[in-house]
């Protein structure tokens, strides 16, 4: 058994102007003679901030692995799709998969990485049933020939005993700030009931995204620990967004890294930020 870092990042909407984007990444248009020419989009201040963000906590989570192994999933949306196109970069479906491939250069150089999966999230998203998880997962796959690249719909992890249930869809964090984690609870106490009735132990570890909000829950049963985390999103509201959440008046980003000895969930380790986005006035 070894010492293992599990990174994990979610929805990073790459392709919006309002997700996570490489500044380095190369995208393609045709000049006035019909020739495909290199362009690289300009940064949004929020593009700016939450790529700062990023690579502020994949530089943590690699000083925190030091010599250890580790391990990077994405869980779900590295694309923001073509169903709300009103904030694309641009309208070219291979600038979002290009986006998506240079966002997570940065995370494949984590130390010692053992393995990276991608988790297919929502069809509006990734251009339906995973269409762009498994494009970027093939490009992927392509420069880092020796590393192990999958895309994951539903995975389970076993590290050295213990063990990662992940998928993208999950429970609610809650609809208002009383309940918050609530529906978290009873969707992490139902997996455990149903594994220990079926003689099954339960995961160690549940991880899902895709409500762009942050809920950590942990429950003890039948003499088993699991913990919940719902990942906050890496991609800030749209018009859409703020219409579905209803006007929430702050987001959370970020990154999150569990540390893991044996079969022992040692520490969470949360690197985000948290940012208020009412536009403020004094008279």
Known sequence: ???????????????SRFGLMNPNVVLYSEDKDGNLTPWRP???ATQAHLWKLYLSGLELMGGLAGND????????DECHGNKHPQSL??????????????????????PNLALARLVAGT?????????STMLV???LQGAYPGLDIQTVYHGLMDIDGFTIDYSHHGPHPGSREWLRGNVAR???????????MAGEKPPSLVLRGHFHSKVVETLTMGGFTSTLVIIPAMCVLDDY???ATRSVSTITNGLFAFEVDGTRLVEIHEFTDTLDIRTKERL
Do not use: C
């Open 123 to 131: 069809g509006a998203h990734n251009f339906a049933e995973g269409s």
């Open 69 to 76: 192994r580790t391990v990077w999933i994405h869980n779900g």
């Open 89 to 110: 970069v641009s309208t070219r479906m291979a600038d979002q998969i290009l986006i998506a491939d240079a966002n997570f250069r940065p995370a494949l150089a984590l």
């Open 42 to 44: 300009a940064m949004t």
């Open 1 to 15: 058994m070894m010492r293992t870092i599990v990174g994990v990042g979610s929805d990073f909407h790459g392709g």
């Open 137 to 139: 997962t093939k490009i």
């Open 186 to 196: 009873f969707y992490l106490r139902d997996m455990m009931m149903a594994a220990l």
């Open 241 to 243: 967004a703020r219409q």
